[in-house]
């Protein structure tokens, strides 16, 4: 075979500056090896250099001898290989015809030591951006704003409404979005540029119009939770009202028998209903009806003796019809009233009872009379 004389050839060459005998055809499985019988076999090559015994070569061991096993080595492998797979193998190159230089590459790769690997070091730990795919943030908070900031970017066809979307980050922590532009802010570091913008573009505009804000926030939950019914906030007996909120009330709930006691019953609303004005509301003119709204209420009131609950003096229900243009956050109704002279010395409880004719709730309070002797 070409190849076995070619491989004997290099093992000549380069035993031949040694001046030792040949080396003898291994034998045993255990004699030395480069690994190649482990590729033969299909296992991973060890590629340190063993003797019989098992300890490692001397560092100073003849590299003839060397180079000559490894030429055996190699026509053992290539005849294994010919056998197993004679229809795929191609004539491998024969080594008589290679050049000094690789002849002299070769043995020298046997007096080169085989280099140990550097160990590859932990990776750094890296932040994910809060801008890649299934990030989750930790906080709630910021978590919530990066949300509906993502909504609020939609086509304006399908956005959140702005004071819904604010509402939900509110919620959380009151007053985070007050000063979201420095950087100081618990939330600025925490969102991307875009998504702080996105926000700050929505605070602005619930600023510019919160009438608007509050309707959206109402309408968005009248689905899920009824609006709130009429409540009487606050019953006061006055002397004087100047406007919401702008009142003088008595110093005393204590009035001498034998006098008709004049007073004014002041009441402020919550939860009012507004509906839109209709002809025959008390609409301003020369403003279409379809920009006015209009407030429609009664009121009614009833003086009961304390404790005996007997009717001591009654004021049946007064309409109170209101239209205006936008509709009303605020409102307060006034009944200037004058009691009897003849009520007895004892205790008694005023009764103001409120209708909203918009929605038929009803609500009411009771303001404390005590009658006493001169």
């Known amino acids: 075979m070409v190849r076995s004389v070619s491989i004997c050839v290099l093992a000549v060459a380069l035993a031949g500056c040694s001046g030792g005998p040949p080396p003898a055809t291994r034998t045993t499985p255990d004699a030395p090896n480069t690994g190649l019988d482990a590729l033969a076999g299909g296992a991973t090559p060890d590629l340190g250099l063993k003797s019989g015994s098992g300890s490692m070569t001397p560092p100073n061991a003849d ?85 509906m900031a993502a909504l609020l970017l939609e086509p304006e066809a399908g956005r959140i409404p702005d004071a819904v979307a604010l509402a939900a980050v509110e919620s959380l922590r009151p007053g ?21 913008a996105a926000l700050l573009a929505a605070r602005d505009r619930v600023l510019a119009h919160p009438s608007a804000a509050n309707e959206a926030l109402v309408k968005s939950l009248s689905k899920i939770a009824p609006a709130a019914s009429v409540r009487i906030a606050r019953g006061v007996l006055c002397t004087r009202v100047l406007g919401f909120g702008r009142y003088e009330p008595f110093e005393t709930d204590r009035f001498v028998a034998g006098r008709a006691l004049r007073v004014i019953v002041y009441t402020e609303l919550e939860h009012f209903a507004s509906r839109a004005a209709v002809a025959g509301d008390p609409a301003q003119p020369g403003v279409p009806l379809g920009e006015q709204y209009t407030v429609d209420l009664t009121q009614s009131l009833s003086l009961y003796h304390d404790p005996s609950g007997l009717l001591a003096w009654h004021k049946p229900a007064q309409k109170v019809v209101e239209t205006t243009r936008g509709r009303r956050r605020d409102f307060y109704l006034i009944h200037t009233v004058e009691l009897p002279a003849s009520l007895t010395i004892g205790k008694y409880m005023l009764k103001a ?4 004719k918009t929605t038929g709730a009803s609500d009411e309070v009771n303001i404390p009379i005590n009658i006493v002797a001169r």
Request: no cysteine.
């Open 176 to 196: 985070v979005l007050a000063d979201l532009e420095l950087p100081g802010n618990a939330l600025h570091g925490r969102l991307e540029p875009g998504e702080r």
């Open 63 to 147: 590299t003839s001898i060397l180079a000559a096993q490894a030429a055996l080595d190699l026509e053992a492998y290539f005849a294994a290989r010919e056998k197993s797979q004679p229809e795929t193998r191609a004539a491998a190159p024969s080594v008589a015809e290679a050049s000094p230089a690789v002849l002299d590459a070769a043995a020298k790769a046997w007096d080169t030591p085989t280099p140990v690997p550097t160990p590859v070091s932990a990776s750094p730990t890296v932040t994910p951006s809060t801008t890649a795919p299934g990030f989750v943030d930790a906080d709630p908070v910021a978590a919530m704003a990066r949300r």
């Open 353 to 356: 009872t409120v209708t909203d």
